[in-house]
């Protein structure tokens, strides 16, 4: 099977296992790739072999093939991370067909992969991210209609930070007026944020003037475990001090 792993900007991913098969391509990894380059002209490809993959059959092998060369001049760069030898033996031999750059790594090298496909790529956002590690605490300031890409890249900066810590004390939206969302898929990536961070929050404030403050605190406790409440926007280091309390 081949699983979509959510990349921001003109990054994406793609998570390999078990036996891979052509259905997995034209029906997965096909039209997520024109999904991309709907607001892309060039991409950077994370093909992840997991631990669990097992084999391809030979159609997915032909629409490997075919997706190299449909979108052609669109792959900037590619990483293939994977510890199965007749890949990684492969990708090397047949890289200089591929116009982008072409690099393998093995699955200890994950990290390193993303961070190289991460040079210098074409990532904008309109949510700044600050984390205040002593007191356990992410700022999330929208600066402009939000973004798919916002939320992918607020996760890339707090959940390394979740993970290490186990929780966050609090998560703090901190704008005057709530800019909206720059389309419906912004407003569904923040929904999906929350589903996905709810349980290792305790508090979540909003600093705002904006109306979106008092709905968040009268309907975020009828959907997410965490305690919320509504400040103003002047009071940041009022609500600093609850989500410490």
Not at 136 to 158: G, N, R, T, V, Y
Request: no cysteine; charged share 30%.
């Amino acid at each position: 099977m081949i699983k979509i792993v959510d990349m921001p900007g003109n990054l994406i991913g793609f998570e390999l296992s078990g036996k891979v098969t052509g259905k997995d391509y034209e029906e997965v990894l096909i039209p997520a790739v024109q999904e991309k380059l709907q607001t892309h002209e060039k991409i950077r490809a994370l093909y992840h072999v997991t631990k669990d993959f097992e084999s391809y059959d030979f159609e997915a092998m032909v629409d490997d093939a075919k997706a190299g060369f449909m979108f052609f001049s669109n792959w900037e760069k590619i990483a293939v991370v994977s510890d199965v030898e007749w890949i990684t033996n492969g990708v090397k031999v047949f890289s200089f067909v591929v116009p982008g750059e072409v690099k393998t790594f093995s699955n200890a090298e994950i990290e390193k992969a993303k961070a190289w496909l991460k040079e210098d790529a074409e990532v904008k956002s309109s949510l700044k991210v600050t984390l205040e590690e002593p007191a356990k605490i992410a700022i999330l300031e929208p600066q402009a209609p939000l973004s798919a890409d916002d939320f992918l890249l607020a996760k890339a900066i707090i959940d390394p930070f979740i993970e290490e810590n186990g929780k966050l004390n609090g998560i703090i939206i901190y704008t005057k007026d709530f800019p909206g969302y720059e389309s419906f898929g912004g407003f569904i990536k923040h929904m999906e944020f929350i589903k996905e961070h709810h349980k290792h929050i305790k508090k979540l404030a909003f600093v705002t003037d904006s109306v979106v403050g008092e709905l968040g605190e009268k309907l975020g406790s009828h959907f997410i475990s965490a305690e919320v409440k509504n400040f103003e926007y002047k009071e940041l280091e009022k609500a600093k001090k609850w989500i410490l309390s």
